[in-house]
């Protein structure tokens, strides 16, 4: 990094709010897409502080347009969740959608934020609200299903997933999905088709493994044995996982 580059980032970083308000009082949209480029910057640096304080200050410098400091909100906790930073995220996000109730994106990460703290039901109300916004919001609509599945409310999941198979029919993840549901629920039998069409759809290891459980629910190993050589080519680590939940049930 050039001497000049760095210095003009460190002083972007230390913005004080005294200096934000004086950054309002020229163009603070021009001020917040400057501090963007930097938190992105030291995003791609992997310098996460770094960014998280420059996109803090964004915040400040655009409290008088409430969907630009939304914005750095939202970009906060993306940052958090990569970080494992799950309460924090979930904050973060929070503020976002106070402050742009409208933002799809931002409930929707709310709720997954939520999810990974196990607050199932909040998440759900999150996922709901981002949906209900936008209806083209596949990620939205299908964290319903999930969140229905790890409520224990599997006919509602089932139901979620069989709406994203008629409105989005190459959505392989909710063929699969699908599928566990229907396994979950004690009709693996029925969730035999649904494997197989995710797995024409999509090369995802994950729609092995899952098939293959499917078949030791039927108590058919060797066709969960079947799934799990072609899990070796695709994931040889989530492979060896599946051998030994096989060698579990075989004893």
């Known amino acids: 990094m050039k001497p ?16 934000a308000g004086r950054a309002q009082t020229t163009d603070p949209v021009k001020e917040a897409q400057r501090l963007a480029r930097v938190a992105q910057v030291a995003q ?19 409290a008088g347009a409430p969907r630009i400091a939304a914005g750095a909100h939202l970009a906060i906790g993306n940052i958090y969740m990569k970080m494992g930073k799950f309460a924090e995220a979930a904050a973060v996000f929070r503020k976002a959608t106070a402050l742009d109730p409208n933002s799809a994106e931002a409930l929707n990460n709310l709720g997954e934020a939520l999810g990974e703290l196990k607050q199932y039901q909040a998440a759900l109300s999150a996922f709901q609200k981002a949906a209900g916004l936008d209806q083209g919001f596949l990620k939205a609509r299908y964290n ?34 699908l599928a566990v549901s229907l396994s979950k629920s004690g009709r693996a039998r029925e969730a035999i088709p649904f494997h197989e069409k995710a797995i024409t759809l999509a090369k995802d290891p994950s729609f092995h493994y899952n098939f293959a459980v499917t078949y030791l629910v039927l108590g058919d190993v060797r066709k969960a044995q079947e799934q799990q050589q072609k899990l070796r ?13 096989i060698a579990k049930r075989q004893r």
């Open 4 to 19: 000049i580059l760095k210095s003009l980032i460190l002083t972007c970083l230390v913005l004080t709010p005294l200096a």
């Open 44 to 62: 791609q640096q992997g310098r996460l502080d770094d960014a998280i304080k420059a996109y803090q200050t964004i915040t400040v410098v655009a």
């Open 144 to 177: 319903v299903g999930v969140t229905y599945d790890r409520l224990g409310q599997m006919k509602y999941a089932e139901f979620i997933y069989r709406i994203l198979i008629r409105d989005f029919p190459n959505f392989a993840l909710a063929y699969d999905s």
């Open 233 to 245: 080519n695709l994931d040889p680590a989530m492979a060896e996982h599946l051998s030994a939940v």
